[in-house]
């Protein structure tokens, strides 16, 4: 009995398949092999790939203008520039304990913007996003504040709620106390330095960097001098001696 041959194994070849398709207009190799598959690049034409290209643009045009209008997603303009800057600096000196607790410094942080011609500009209130901040204590010197003395830097009242640039303002004031003299940290003055709360933040504020206040030095009370006036002076000296009647000068 004559021995049988297995059957062939069925196969395709890719070329063949693209053959197959240049030779049928409507087809193409997706639809030949059976299953999704990009075409080839030599299948598409200088005129099919200009289309494509120009249908990508569009839908990319597309999602970056509702972007835009995401809450979430930075309101800054096109080639406009804008950064924080300390409109009103606190005083030099800071006396802790004269005054009660209503003795307190305050600094004012604004936020600037420019627009492509370096003009200063406003965008509208509808397209501003809130941004909130964050006070942070350094040193003079720029080392920060370990966090354990972090609580040296205290808000006066509820001011933490106004640490927030708002669209109507575009501005910050915080009223704040230092409550440790400079001569309990080596002589050092302090500084504040205030950025973009990025947790708190919803809109994408990376151009924004921090700025510093300038270096204030904590202290306790004034010196007052001590009276010295001419009079008394003049009763530690002792008095004149009295002449007798009779005595010569």
């Known amino acids: 009995m004559p021995k049988r041959e297995p059957?062939?194994?069925?196969?395709?070849?890719?070329?063949?398949?693209v053959a197959a398709a240049n030779g049928h207009p409507g087809s193409d190799a997706a639809t030949i092999i059976g299953f999704p598959l990009a075409p080839p690049p030599n299948l598409l034409s200088p005129k099919s790939s200009s289309t494509a290209n120009t249908v990508a643009t569009s839908v990319m045009s597309s999602i970056k203008t509702e972007m835009m209008t995401i809450?979430?997603?930075?309101?800054?303009?096109?080639?406009?520039?804008?950064?924080?800057?300390?409109?009103?600096?606190?005083?030099?000196?800071?006396?802790?304990?004269?005054?009660?607790?209503?003795n307190a410094l305050e600094v004012e942080v604004t936020l600037v913007e420019f627009n492509d011609l370096g003009e200063s500009a406003r965008s509208p209130d509808k397209e501003f996003i809130d941004i909130p901040l964050r006070i942070l204590l350094f040193f003079e010197s720029g080392k920060r504040v370990d966090d354990s003395d972090q609580e040296i830097f205290r808000?006066?009242?509820?001011?933490?709620?106004?640490?927030?640039?708002?669209?109507?303002?575009?501005?910050?004031?915080?009223?704040?106390r230092l409550e440790k003299v400079s001569r309990r940290k080596d002589g050092q003055r302090f500084k504040l330095r205030i950025e973009v709360d990025q947790e708190q933040c919803t809109a994408n504020v990376a151009d924004l960097t921090p700025v510093f206040t300038n270096a204030i030095c904590v202290l306790s009370k004034r010196k007052h001098p001590s009276y010295n006036s001419d009079s008394s002076i003049r009763v530690k000296e002792p008095p004149p001696k009295l002449l007798k009647r009779g005595e010569l000068l």
Do not use: C, M
């Open 7 to 17: 059957p062939a194994e069925s196969s395709f070849h890719l070329p063949g398949l």
């Open 155 to 176: 808000f006066v009242g509820n001011d933490y709620d106004s640490v927030v640039i708002r669209s109507s303002t575009r501005k910050a004031l915080v009223q704040f």
């Open 71 to 102: 809450p979430g997603f930075s309101s800054k303009r096109p080639n406009w520039t804008r950064r924080l800057v300390i409109t009103k600096q606190p005083a030099s000196e800071f006396y802790k304990d004269e005054g009660g607790k209503a």
